[in-house]
């Protein structure tokens, strides 16, 4: 899975150019890698529908995705190891962890690049290179999270692959409403706003039986009624825009 290419979009000292002991002062590179990867090796074969994503003119499937790199100003002073920061959600994790420090909250009017709390210095002190990339395409559309940005599969006629999606949805107590995605991630768009083989149905358990719940068709221009657990009807999400 070769990078082809790091687009940096900002160069920065990390917390104001301190220095973290022997190792001295570090900085993060931040942008976007882009990768392409072989669809036919043996390595990548197994990911969902790659066959189906669209080609460069070498035959590779090209992605990118967002990174952030925290690494010593004098790269000598390294321990020459390198942690991946699986991030959660878009959010960074091993920074905040090791380094006993807070992670920035994001939200509709917050900054992309906030400033980097670095707790104790943990990982700085000891050398440690920290690599946080994105690798969710449906992580909440807000500045600064941590984002994949991945190819859209397509079918032999060339238009998108429909097809029936299951979402489990539970709460630890009644609510109102459900969203079709968790904390504002991006939902799989409805096919048909009158899908007419979408299936509701609810259990009391998760391994509980279920109980199918009868679908209220609208009448020629009338509305669709609310849903309840008596009826179903399909409803345009007012968040996101999916059903």
Known sequence: ???????????????????????????????RLRFALDPTHAANVRIT???????????????AADVSILLPTERARGNGRMIVDVVNRG????????????????????????????????????????VSCGWQCDVPELPGL??????????????????RVYVNLQAPEPVPHFLLSD???????AGELDEPNAVLLVRDQLDGEHQTIARRVPPPGGRSPRSSRSQCAARRCPLCGSL
């Open 146 to 163: 941590f984002r994949l940005y991945a190819p859209e599969a397509r079918g032999a006629d060339g238009r998108p692959l429909r097809g």
């Open 1 to 31: 899975m070769p990078v082809t290419h790091f687009d940096v979009t900002l160069e920065r000292p990390l917390a104001g150019g301190r220095a973290f002991g022997d190792v001295g002062p570090y900085e993060e590179l931040k942008g």
């Open 49 to 63: 529908d790659v066959e189906r994503a669209p080609r460069n003119r070498d035959g590779h499937v090209e992605f």
């Open 91 to 130: 959010n960074t994790v091993t920074v905040p962890n090791f380094n006993h420090a807070t992670r920035p909250v994001f939200g509709p009017d917050t900054g992309a690049d906030p400033p980097i709390d670095v707790g104790d210095g943990f990982l700085m002190r000891h050398g440690y290179t920290v």
């Open 183 to 189: 904390r504002g991630h991006l939902a799989h768009p």
